[in-house]
């Protein structure tokens, strides 16, 4: 049987934005805040319940701020507020502190992970996984192919997970902890996909008791902006933990712990880094309920522990942090969210208001999980480009595969190309695939990198000679 081709030729746009815009849009459970305008603006479409029982959600937006979709640890909706294309059934738990996390492939534009942690209830059975969504089906709302869906990564991971940009500027580190352990796992995504796992062993066994409870999950994990430090809390148990460490965010090593808290009768829930990676707040749940800060800058054991300060008492026990694109930090309080406004400064400087800005809805547990230097690197998705007529010759891709399902060639075949143009071909994956500037070429057996031709969709950039770009979509249907 011939191979079916669908072609779509697609106007390109290379005038990206450069400001840092993905994480403009929060939705959690309740309601949802927008970023874009400079100023939270609360959101009342979002399709998250409003229910206690939510914690972990996650957002992401484009490079100019629109939203493509948003999760739970179990379901993920498109902009439209519908549920994405297969994209129910995700093995989270919703209760779990921080039980999605969304990370775009490396240099890709519409592949993104949506990794899931189970929690404590199912005492973390269906461990770390991740599902691939792909912006670029159902019309470009996005969708999960089955084969990419809840692919198992590491048993009887916590209720913790955090990302942050790797060294290098493009690839992206994701950390969790493994319970029933003193290990983090490190895992570095790249254009490839998964393609390391470093393993740290320091710090407090979890649980900090030592004992089977799989109760002592709660509380949130987070890496500062610039990638340097990492820091955990825990909330329920009497034997908590309050630490901060050294992460290496060129080889995904953690080390040097710091016991922020030699009482360990306190609880704490939340944890967030200052924008200039200078301060670490913590929200306490035990006794006063209280916000603590921590002054890192000296580098200093014992002066960082020493340095805590009260920076606020609260009558509602304040629960998750998240820093938000403005500079500021959010706080989960009550239905007017707590935010400290300068949270560089030093101590009462920091200008913690209370009650602040009002969500007018369900007390949420906690807000979106994100990489809080907010450096993504994902541009314009599938969504942000037009349909126009091409001025060029069709790319022809014949009689790919036989009758009987054997490959008869593995080969892209190009013809007519406009002289003095480059023709891109990439996979599924955003890997490159092909490239030319060949009027007549065929790559026959394998291609670029190493890819046979298969079945699936394929996407094109094409620079023409005038360096005019155009994108569009190969389709091969065995």
């Keep these: 049987m011939k191979a079916s081709v669908t072609i779509l030729f697609l106007f390109f746009s290379i005038n990206f934005l450069f400001a840092q815009k993905q994480g403009n849009i929060w939705y959690f459970a309740g309601n949802g805040i927008d970023f874009n305008s400079g100023s939270p603006v609360l959101l009342t479409d979002g399709q998250i319940p409003g229910s206690s029982n939510i914690e972990g959600t996650a957002s992401i937006s484009d490079s100019a701020g629109n939203l493509l979709f948003y999760a739970t640890a179990t379901t993920i909706w498109n902009k439209n507020h519908q549920i994405m294309q297969n994209g129910s059934g995700l093995l989270g738990g919703e209760s779990s502190t921080q039980g999605v996390f969304i990370a775009p492939l490396p240099k890709s534009n519409s592949i993104f992970y949506v990794f899931t942690l189970d929690e404590m209830q199912g005492c973390f059975q269906n461990g770390l996984r ?28 916590g209720e913790k997970m955090a990302g942050t940009s790797h060294a290098n500027g493009t690839d992206i580190w994701l950390v969790v902890h493994k319970y029933f352990s003193d290990a983090f796992y490190s895992y570095l995504i790249t254009e490839n996909g998964i393609s390391d796992t470093v393993i740290s062993h320091i710090g407090s066994y979890h649980p900090a008791d030592s004992s089977t409870a799989c109760d002592q ?35 995904g090593v953690i080390s040097n712990k710091v016991n922020l808290q030699p009482d360990t009768s306190l609880r704490y829930y939340g944890v967030s880094f200052s924008s200039d990676n200078s301060k670490l707040y913590v929200s306490k749940l035990t006794g006063s309920y209280e916000i603590y800060q921590y002054d890192l800058s000296s580098g200093i054991r014992a002066t960082i522990v020493s340095s805590k300060t009260s920076v606020h008492i609260t009558g509602e026990p304040p629960m998750a942090m998240q820093l938000a694109p403005d500079g500021k930090i959010y706080i989960v309080s009550s239905i007017y969210l707590d935010v400290i406004s300068f949270p560089n400064n030093t101590g009462l400087a920091c200008g913690y208001i209370s009650p602040g800005f009002n969500i007018n809805g369900t007390l949420p547990y906690s807000f979106p999980n994100f990489i809080d230097s907010y450096k993504y690197h994902n541009q314009l998705a599938c969504t942000d480009y037009v349909a126009v007529v091409p001025p060029v010759e069709e790319l022809i891709i014949p009689n790919i595969f036989s009758p009987n399902g054997d490959d008869i060639n593995d080969a892209f075949i190009i013809e007519n190309l406009p002289e003095g143009s480059l023709i891109q071909i990439y996979n599924r994956w955003g890997v490159l695939i ?39 979509f190969i389709e091969v249907i065995r």
């Excluded at 792909?134 to 192919?145: E, F, P, R, V, Y």
């Excluded at 500062?224 to 820091?231: I, V």
């Excluded at 057996?445 to 298969?454: C, D, L």
């Design 130 to 157: 991740y599902s691939i969504v792909n912006m670029c089906n159902d019309d470009s709302l996005g969708g999960i192919d089955n084969s990419n869906k809840n692919i198992f990564l590491l048993d009887s991971a």
């Design 217 to 251: 999950a709660i509380g949130q994990m987070k890496i500062s902006p610039d990638g340097s430090k990492l820091a955990l809390v825990n909330a329920n148990t009497n034997v908590s933990i309050a630490e901060l460490f050294d992460f290496n965010n060129n080889t």
């Design 434 to 472: 092909l490239e030319s500037d060949s009027p007549d070429v065929s790559w026959e057996g394998h291609t670029k990198g190493g890819s046979e031709v298969s079945s699936g969709v394929y996407y094109y950039i094409m620079t023409l000679p005038d360096g005019e770009r155009k994108k569009g």
